[in-house]
C-alpha cells in the first residue's frame, strides 16, 4: 500500500490577507483584492491594475529586514508563508532527522532590475551608431549588485526557505507557469508516498507586477483593461470579461505521510487524495479547443485518487477570467461529469485574489480544503452577465453552505502545463 499524505500546516500571504483566516474570511465575503498599481508607475500600460500585496514586510513573521533587503519580492513573501505553515504544523518539533524533510516550490522569477537593465541599455545606445556591447557590459559592471542579481533564479525562495529551518532532504523548484505550485504538491506527495521523507514543505510564490511582467502579458492582451472598475475587472466565466488581473504572493503547506502525523498528535487540514498532471502538447498561450488536456489530468487525478467523477463535490476552477480559457474548462468539466456536471459546483477564487501565477495552484488548494472543512463554497464574484458557452454553476457572486467531502483544484499554465490536485475530507 502507498502512504497516505496529509496536510498539517498553512501559510499564506496574498492581495486579500496576510494570513490564511483573514484571506479564508474575505474569499466567503467575496471581497475583490485588486486596486490601482503602485508598485510602479504604470500609466503607460494598457492595463493600470493589480491585486498588490499591502502593508507587509518580513519583519511581521520575525525576520530582519536588513537580511531580506536585497531578496525578491516573491521570496519575502515565501518567508511570511512559510513560517506560518510551519507554526501551524509544529513539524520541525517532532523530526529530529532534518534529511527527511525537503522543500518543493512552484516558485517565479525573482527581482527584475529594470531600472539597471535599461541604463545599461542606454550607455550601450548612440544615436546613428551601432549597440556597443562593451559600454553594455561596462556599466553593467559599475552598477550591477551580484546579491540582488542571483534573486532572480525562481530557486532562491525555495534556498532560502530551506536555511530559515535547516531543512537539509530535498530542495527542489519547477516554474511551470500557472501550474507551477499545484506541480510542486503533487511531485512533493510522490516523494512522501514512495518513502523518500517523512514530510514536505511545498509552496508558490510569485510576483509579476513590474514593468517587464506587464508589458510581456499587455502585449499577449492577456490582461483586463477595465482600469475604471479595478474590483470588477476579473469576471471569470462572465461574458463580458476581457482578461485576466495579475496577482502576487505566497502560499505554502506542510505535506506529511500519515503515520508520522498520527504519532506526534498533528492537526490535520485534509489529505492529498489524488495528482493529476498532462501536456497540451498544442500552443504556448492556448488551451487545445476542445479541452484534452484539461480533461487528461482532471480524470487522472480522479483515478489516482481511486475515486470516481461522482464522488467529486467541487471544483476551484483555473478560471482566469479569459475569453478561451473559461470556455474550455467548461468544456472539460462537462466531459469529465458528464450528466452530472451541472450539478458540480464550479468556481474561481481568482475573481477576488487575482492570478498569483506561479503561486496560484496552492493558494487554491489551501481555498479547497478550508471549503471543506466549514462546508461553504467560495463564489466566483463579478458574474453578472450570462455566457451561453459557460453554463455551469460558478456559485456566483455569494458564498454557499454545501456538504463537501472531496475538491478538484484546477491548475492550466501558458505552455500546456494541466494539473490537478484532488483533496479530502481527512478519514482515519
Known amino acids: 500500500m502507498r502512504r497516505r499524505v496529509v496536510v498539517t500546516g498553512l501559510g499564506m500571504i496574498n492581495p486579500l490577507g496576510k494570513d490564511v483566516e483573514t484571506v479564508w474570511a ?143 532532504g530535498p530542495n527542489l523548484n519547477c516554474l511551470t507557469a500557472c501550474a507551477a505550485s499545484s506541480q510542486a504538491v503533487g511531485e512533493a506527495t510522490e516523494l512522501i508516498r514512495r518513502g523518500d521523507v517523512d514530510a514536505m514543505m511545498a509552496g508558490g510564490a510569485h510576483s509579476m507586477i513590474h514593468p517587464f511582467g506587464l508589458t510581456g502579458f499587455s502585449l499577449l492582451t492577456a490582461l483586463s483593461t477595465n482600469n475604471d472598475n479595478p474590483t ?61 488536456g484539461a480533461i487528461g489530468c482532471m480524470s487522472a487525478a480522479i483515478r489516482d485518487a481511486g475515486l470516481n467523477a461522482d464522488d467529486v463535490d467541487y471544483v476551484n476552477a483555473h478560471g482566469t477570467s479569459t475569453t478561451v480559457n473559461d470556455k474550455v474548462e467548461t468544456v472539460a468539466c462537462k466531459s469529465v461529469f458528464g450528466d452530472r456536471a451541472q450539478k458540480v459546483p464550479v468556481s474561481s477564487t481568482k475573481s477576488m485574489m487575482g492570478h498569483l501565477i506561479a503561486a496560484a495552484g496552492v493558494s487554491e488548494m489551501i481555498a479547497c480544503l478550508l471549503a471543506i472543512r466549514d462546508n461553504c463554497l467560495p463564489p466566483t464574484i463579478n458574474l453578472e452577465n450570462a455566457d451561453p458557452l459557460c453554463d455551469l454553476d460558478y456559485v456566483a457572486n455569494e458564498a454557499r453552505d454545501a456538504d463537501l467531502k472531496v475538491a478538484l483544484n484546477n491548475s492550466f499554465g501558458f505552455g500546456g502545463q494541466n494539473v490537478t490536485l484532488a483533496v479530502g475530507e481527512f478519514k482515519a
Open 26 to 168: 474575505a474569499l466567503r465575503e467575496g471581497k475583490s483584492g485588486v486596486g490601482n498599481i503602485s508598485i510602479f508607475d504604470a500609466k503607460n500600460y494598457p492595463t493600470k491594475i493589480a491585486a498588490e500585496v499591502k502593508d507587509w514586510d518580513v519583519s511581521q513573521c520575525g525576520e530582519d529586514p536588513e537580511l531580506w533587503a536585497k531578496r525578491g519580492r516573491h521570496a519575502r513573501f515565501a518567508a511570511g508563508a512559510a513560517k506560518q505553515a510551519v507554526e501551524s504544523s509544529g513539524i520541525l518539533d517532532s523530526i529530529t532527522d532534518r534529511s527527511r524533510i525537503g522543500v518543493y516550490f512552484g516558485a517565479g522569477e525573482g527581482n527584475q532590475d529594470f531600472h539597471n537593465f535599461t541604463a545599461m541599455l542606454d550607455a550601450a545606445t548612440k544615436e546613428g551608431e551601432e549597440f556597443n556591447s562593451n559600454e553594455f557590459i561596462r556599466r553593467g559592471l559599475e552598477i550591477l549588485d551580484c546579491e540582488v542579481e542571483i534573486e532572480q533564479e525562481p530557486s532562491m525562495p525555495s534556498a532560502h526557505v530551506a536555511n530559515m529551518f535547516n531543512i537539509q
Open 232 to 292: 470588477g475587472a476579473s469576471r471569470p466565466f462572465d461574458r463580458l470579461r476581457d482578461g485576466f488581473v495579475l496577482g502576487e504572493g505566497s502560499s505554502v503547506v506542510i505535506l506529511e505521510e500519515l503515520e508520522h502525523a498520527r504519532g506526534r498528535g498533528a492537526q490535520i487540514f485534509g489529505e492529498v487524495l489524488g495528482y493529476g498532471c498532462t501536456a497540451d502538447a498544442y500552443r504556448i498561450t492556448d488551451i487545445h479547443p476542445e479541452g484534452r
